[in-house]
């Protein structure tokens, strides 16, 4: 008997978010079908990598990283480089130097980083404030006000200060929104829906529900994302439509497969190529598990995921 | 599972506000009562013009567009006995938010309603009774049968046929409840969608009294898998009750502000 194919088809799809201007402009989403499922419809737009950089400079950052951005001098070099490493489609600043518990940098000296990142690239940008919520609160509303007109998304809104951010990046300034929940697929749809109750335009907001490096408990990630684009696509919930994006970078190389020295575990074999190998797995599970962007940082896994989704799609 | 449907009931002749409307062709009340139902979370729109026998085809065009025009082509029911006046209002409906329903076919006199369905890529409504109501679940699924093989004959999905088990009063009728809720089982065991008039059930009840039967008669029904309903959507506490079953069975994911949306 011979094969047919029967495509899956949905009426329902992930709405498409503009970021950036020009010609640089990308958009999130916009598929119809479940991730790489290009045999049964429309992939949207196809998955988006961003590079992560820091205001906190090169100073932490694995060797091969360091490397890379041998040279760089300002925020701006760095942000150039980052925009031009191979497979980059978007810049995204993390200002982990606000955390009160860290660095604490003020608020202004953080939006100043902010504009300087911003006016050397031409890609989009991506914004992601200090993870402390009541800091993140008062940065985040300050660096859309500074950015106008440049169409960034801001990491995130959660559940404490969902109304600060997004009224600030959605309503005020008419950037785009990112909604942060943990692993907790309720609560993201429920952020979406008081999102949009604020006057934010579902077509305005990006989805972080959370993840983490595999082995880390990922299977939940994996499940949590699948549910999300099950409810999208096949229940047509308006509520869950939302494009997803995943930092991983500032999971995979906070673990101890990723940063243990040579030393302390020969068996485990060469450093680099142990981080890049946690960067790229946990990038690929989640696209494949519905990530319309992921946020990574070492050339190499930038190079390899951007050639995986080119490849796949 | 998909979200159960609910088809909101209060476009209906029986009014005399509505009524009145149809007779004049005046938009507002029909209109008013359209948005009454959409804000109340119905998903589609029954119309009943009534007989119709004199202007049929022109009403229906005209109540189809006009709705149809003001509320984003809000998918709906088409209600008359007037078959040219369904078919009228096919022609002009606008498919982008769902099929259109004929409301409805039997498995008697109306049979052939089955037959404008399926000339006309829509939905219908199949009562299964014939000649007065099923004295039974044997005639009822004879019924359900007769039509389902009809409509597939006819090229039909046989989820294009939405089989209505007849809801019956309760008071006067309540030893056949319970049959009426196999039967939704029964449709249910076989894939078949299914709906009816709910309300059925409380006539003649005190007004307070209705919308807690409905509701209870509603979670029973959907617990044996009714996928839609044609209801009152202006009932707070059905549509509540709607919502939760629908969480309850996963036709929709849980947030916080679920009863909003």
């Known amino acids: 008997m011979p094969f047919n194919c029967k495509p899956q088809k949905f009426s329902a799809s992930i709405k498409a978010v503009d970021l950036g201007t020009g010609d640089k402009k990308v958009t999130l989403g916009g598929e119809s079908v479940f991730p790489f499922y290009s045999f049964d419809g429309s992939e949207g737009n196809g998955a988006k990598v961003g590079v992560e950089i820091s205001d906190m400079g090169l100073d932490h950052e694995p060797e091969a990283v360091k490397a890379y951005y041998a040279g760089c001098e300002t925020m701006a070099d760095i942000a150039k480089k980052a925009e031009a490493m191979e497979g980059a489609d978007f810049v995204c600043l993390r200002l982990e130097g606000g955390d009160p518990n860290g660095a604490d940098k003020s608020i202004e000296e953080l939006v100043a980083v902010a504009k300087e990142v911003a006016d050397a690239i031409t890609a989009p940008l991506v914004v992601e404030g200090c993870k402390n919520v009541e800091k993140d609160g008062q940065l985040l509303p300050k660096v859309a006000e500074a950015l106008q007109g440049k169409n960034v998304l801001l990491l995130s809104a959660k559940e404490e200060d969902y109304k600060a951010i997004g009224a600030a990046a959605g309503l005020a300034y008419d950037q785009k929104v990112g909604a942060e929940s943990a692993v907790d697929i309720n609560l993201a749809k429920q952020l979406n829906v008081v999102i949009t109750q604020l006057g934010v335009k579902p077509e305005s907001v990006v989805m972080n529900v959370g993840t983490a490096a595999v082995g880390y408990g990922y299977d939940y990630v994996i499940s949590t994302m699948d549910r999300i684009k099950a409810a999208a696509l096949s229940q047509d919930d308006k509520m869950l439509q939302m494009p997803i994006i995943t930092p991983i970078a500032s999971e995979t190389w906070a673990v101890k497969e990723s940063m243990a020295t040579e030393e302390d575990a020969p068996e485990w074999g060469n450093l680099d190529a142990r981080g890049v190998s946690m960067e790229v797995q946990t990038a690929a599970a989640s696209l494949v598990s519905g990530s319309d962007a992921v946020i990574l940082k070492h050339p190499q896994s930038v190079a390899t995921i951007a050639k995986m989704i080119k490849e796949l799609i | ?261």
Not at chain 2, 236 to 247: A, F, P, Y
Request: glycine letters at 6%; charged letters at 20%.
């Open chain 2, 1 to 261: 599972m998909a979200k159960f449907v609910t088809i909101g009931e209060r476009i209906h002749c029986i009014s005399p506000a509505i009524r009145e409307a149809f007779a004049t062709m005046n938009p507002e009340p029909i209109l008013k009562r359209a948005k009454e139902q959409l804000d109340a979370g119905a998903t589609y729109l029954d119309v009943n013009i009534g007989p119709a026998e004199n202007n049929g085809e022109e009403l229906m065009k005209w109540a189809v567009t006009l709705i149809q025009e003001n509320f984003d082509n809000v998918p709906l029911a088409l209600d008359t006995a007037n078959k040219k006046a369904i078919e009228a209002g096919i022609s002009v409906y606008n498919r982008s938010k769902g099929k259109p329903i004929v409301n409805s076919a039997d498995a008697g006199g109306r049979i052939e309603n089955i037959d404008l369905a399926a000339a006309n890529d829509a939905i219908v409504i199949a009562l299964c009774s014939a000649e007065g109501i099923a004295a039974d679940n044997d005639e009822r699924m004879m019924h359900c049968q007769n039509m389902l093989e009809r409509g597939m004959m006819l090229g039909m999905e046989p989820t294009d046929l939405w089989f209505d088990p007849l809801f019956l009063v309760v008071k006067g009728m309540q030893d056949k409840q319970m049959q009426v809720l196999e039967a939704i089982k029964m449709f249910s065991d076989m894939g078949l969608n299914s709906t009816g008039g709910l309300s059925n059930n409380s006539n003649g009840m005190p007004k307070a009294i209705r919308p807690i039967m409905d509701s209870a008669l509603v979670a029973m029904a959907m617990m044996q898998g009714l996928t839609s309903a044609i209801v009152n959507p202006c009932d707070l506490r059905l549509m509540e009750t709607i919502k939760s079953c629908d969480i309850f069975k996963s036709n929709t994911l849980y947030a916080d502000s679920y009863l909003e949306l």
